[in-house]
């Protein structure tokens, strides 16, 4: 099966690098290292995006995968982004905050999204605010 196969992949992967690591290693080999380490991550990032990602998948790229943080995040936006999904973007992708966050004011959100909102989106803070007063009024006791 494919899953034991990335098992011992990622076993030998391991001791691989241990046995690099545990040499004295220039800077310049090490900097090759963790190039080409990146450019796998980027690779199979890529192969995840063309396998119709999830939700959960595109959440993924967009925290571990900078290079496709942004192309992952327009995914996310486009195919029925949940709050928390929304959440995610806004405080992960720049160029996409305000776009998320005009999407989850739409989506009733609770006093934590508002506060994210606050937080993360600056064109958005007077309203989000407004929203969250208006939360708060309606959340105190009536006497």
């Known amino acids: ?4 196969k ?11 690098c241990g046995e690099f690591l545990g040499q004295k290693l220039t800077n310049d080999q090490l900097r090759y290292l963790i190039m080409l ?8 990032g890529e192969k995840l995006m ?4 999830a939700n959960y998948d595109l959440r993924h790229i967009i925290l571990w995968l900078e290079p496709l ?3 992952a995040g327009k995914r ?7 709050n928390y999904d929304l959440r995610f973007i806004m405080t992960l992708v720049d160029d996409l905050r305000v776009e998320a966050g005009t999407k989850l004011l739409n989506q ?3 006093e934590m999204e508002l506060r994210c909102i606050i937080r993360n989106v ?21 006497s």
């Open 108 to 110: 009733n959100p609770n």
């Open 6 to 16: 990335v098992r011992e992949m990622e076993k030998k992967f391991r001791a691989l």
């Open 122 to 142: 600056k064109p958005l803070k007077v309203q989000a605010q407004k929203l969250l007063k208006n939360m708060e009024v309606k959340s105190r006791p009536t």
């Open 37 to 44: 380490l990146e450019l796998l991550k980027t690779e199979t």
């Open 69 to 71: 943080r942004m192309e």
């Open 50 to 53: 063309e396998q119709n990602p």
């Open 76 to 82: 996310l936006l486009e195919q029925n982004p949940t």
């Open 1 to 4: 099966m494919i899953e034991n």
